[in-house]
């Protein structure tokens, strides 16, 4: 299963401001994937993980749960 990490310009669809926040966020959703034996991947450009998470190295603890990052260069 993919996880699309992007903005959302659709109104009360997008990320919180808070990176900490939206990095539980992300943890919780593929916690919640994983419970049901799926494998998860990650899909974010760089760009996108920064005006979401803060930095490149923002919730590196994602990286020991997924098994793939598509990475869009864009």
């Given at each position: 299963?993919?996880?699309?990490?992007?903005?959302?310009?659709?109104?009360?669809?997008?990320?919180l401001d808070d990176h900490s926040k939206n990095c539980a966020f992300l943890n919780e959703i593929v916690d919640a994937l994983q419970s049901h034996s799926l494998h998860v991947g990650i899909y974010?450009?760089?760009?996108?993980w920064l005006r979401i998470m803060g930095s490149a190295s923002a919730c590196s603890e994602i990286s020991a749960k997924v098994t793939a990052l598509w990475y869009p260069h864009y």
């Open positions: 299963v993919w996880v699309d990490v992007e903005n959302n310009p659709s109104t009360n669809c997008n990320w974010a450009s760089h760009r996108s």
